[in-house]
């Protein structure tokens, strides 16, 4: 039994936001953006879109492409650390919002390894139980919303953005999916977080007066764990699908930094013309980056029937991981 990936969508918002906009928000220059992070824009969501409304622009591409109707989802999985609401879920408005009658969902929240650990979810899902034919699986974030715009330090990094993939259960195909490495290690707080609006620091004046409702980095400290993390998880599952990295024709890292990507890349080590980067045009879109690569690849011809395709993320959690995908 098999499962494939039968259709893909991306989605990102009309309004760009160059790193010459950024020179008039906080003390930055285009220069140093380049250099440091590989961004030159990133886009930015309307007042009034929220992530499920990125989220529905990308599941309809990915549908269509794939010419499936909303109603025959058997499940959708919205990856995301920027839903609309706390609850109801994201995956439940989407579900209402497409049509779809018969799917059940929910939100997964791995931040950027969000589409991996998503990816393995469903790949669970569709493995135990044939009855869920079709599975979407989502990657939406509205980071703008979590982002401090007057902390250079973060808000010159991230943009908004929405990715979709629509799996297929095949009974009689090979399975796209060949092997996965997913971690997580908790004791990291400090360096990646999201403070208050949960139940630990709920809402507050002092919460909002403090910039807790931010996204608190330390940059340099991620930037070490990301690599070593993201090199050990991909040699992970090179070594179980029995694969070399030799044979793999596209590494597709979470779009967090340029470096971090090269870095990845030479230490597996792999040419940096197979390494997928967009990161340029979009900046940190976390959850969703991956399957907007993706689905850049799919649509430009760029990934072929029978390449190999190394996935790899790391983000707040710590999460992390990789997904060796046969295409
Ligand atoms: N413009 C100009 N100068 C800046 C800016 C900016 N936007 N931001 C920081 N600086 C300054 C700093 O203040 C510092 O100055 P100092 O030396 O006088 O103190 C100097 O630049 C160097 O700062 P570093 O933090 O050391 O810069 P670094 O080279 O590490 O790059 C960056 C910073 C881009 C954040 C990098 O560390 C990085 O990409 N880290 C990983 C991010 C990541 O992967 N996050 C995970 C996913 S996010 C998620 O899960 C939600």
């Known amino acids: 039994m098999g499962i494939k990936i039968r259709g893909t969508g991306s989605y990102t918002p009309d309004k760009v936001l160059t790193n010459e906009d950024l020179e008039k928000m906080v003390e930055t220059n285009d220069e140093w953006i380049r250099t440091r992070t590989g961004i030159c824009q990133r886009h930015i969501a309307a007042p009034e879109q929220a992530c499920s409304d990125l989220a529905e622009k990308a599941a309809r591409a990915a549908l269509e492409m794939a010419g499936v109707a909303p109603e025959e989802l058997n499940a959708i999985i919205v990856a995301t650390i920027s839903p609309d609401h706390i609850f109801p879920s994201t995956a439940c408005l989407l579900q209402h ?9 929910f939100d997964l929240e791995a931040a950027c390894s969000g589409l991996l650990f ?29 982002v401090n ?37 908790g004791n990291s707080l400090d360096i990646l977080s999201l403070p208050a609006g949960g139940s630990r620091n709920p809402a507050s004046v002092q919460t909002v ?48 930094n340029a470096r971090i990507m090269s870095a990845v890349a030479q230490r597996l080590p792999l040419e940096e013309e197979r ?25 430009s011809g760029q990934v072929q ?10 983000g707040g959690g710590l999460t992390w991981g990789a997904i060796l995908i046969k295409w």
Request: aromatic content about 8%; charged content about 25%.
């Open 97 to 105: 919002r497409l049509g779809a009658t018969k799917a059940f969902g």
């Open 118 to 146: 998503s990816l393995e979810t469903a790949r669970g899902l569709m493995s135990v139980n044939r009855k869920y034919r079709y599975v979407l699986v989502i990657g939406s974030e509205k980071l703008s919303a979590l």
């Open 149 to 185: 715009w007057e902390d250079r330090n973060t808000c010159v990094l991230f943009g908004d953005g929405a990715s979709a993939l629509l799996l297929e259960n095949c009974p009689d195909e090979e399975d796209c999916f060949l092997a996965s490495d997913l971690g997580v290690d």
């Open 209 to 256: 007066t403090d910039k807790m409702h931010y996204i608190h980095m330390a940059g340099r400290d991620v930037f070490k764990l990301a690599v070593n993390a993201m090199v050990s998880s991909c040699k992970k599952v090179l070594e179980e699908a029995n694969v070399s990295i030799d044979q793999v024709r596209w590494l597709v890292p979470h779009q967090a």
């Open 275 to 299: 390494v997928f980067i967009n990161i340029g045009k979009y900046g940190n879109t976390s959850a969703a980056s991956i399957g907007i690569c993706i689905d850049e690849m799919v649509r």
């Open 305 to 314: 029937k029978g390449d190999y395709v190394l996935l790899t993320a790391f």
